[in-house]
Nanobody
Framework: QVQLVESGGGLVQPGGSLRLSCAASGRIFRINAMGWYRQTPGKQRELVAT???????NYADSAKGRFTISTDNAKNTVTLQMNSLKPDDTAVYYC???????????????WGQGTQVTVSS
């Protein structure tokens, strides 16, 4: 199994910045994609940004122009740089990875435990 460990959440004022990081460890043959999702109480988990091993990115409309996702394939890490944060960005942010453990089995999805981001003055 793969473990995803997130770091970098916290409290920030509106307009501020935070950087979330996630490291994957365990039995990994290849990571096809990594990303960040977020969830607030009573709502479904929603996509924030994803990046494939080839570097293709996808952002939620709410994240475009403010957030930047990047990955280090050699280290199995993904980072989300969040700028110009708004109170609406307050949520628990979850790291996600689509992982292949070997060449014989299908890939599967793994999730981190989540890290709280609070944007408030």
């Amino acid at each position: 199994q793969v473990q995803l460990v997130e770091s970098g959440g916290g409290l920030v004022q509106p307009g501020g910045s935070l950087r979330l990081s996630c490291a994957a460890s365990g039995r990994i043959f290849r990571i096809n994609a990594m990303g960040w999702y977020r969830q607030t109480p009573g709502k479904q988990r929603e996509l924030v940004a994803t990046i494939t091993s080839g570097g293709s990115t996808n952002y939620a409309d709410s994240a475009k122009g403010r957030f930047t996702i990047s990955t280090d394939n050699a280290k199995n890490t993904v980072t989300l740089q969040m700028n110009s944060l708004k109170p609406d960005d307050t949520a628990v942010y979850y790291c996600h990875a689509n992982v292949m453990r070997d060449i014989w089995t299908r890939s599967y999805d793994s999730w981190g435990q989540g890290t709280q981001v609070t944007v408030s003055s």
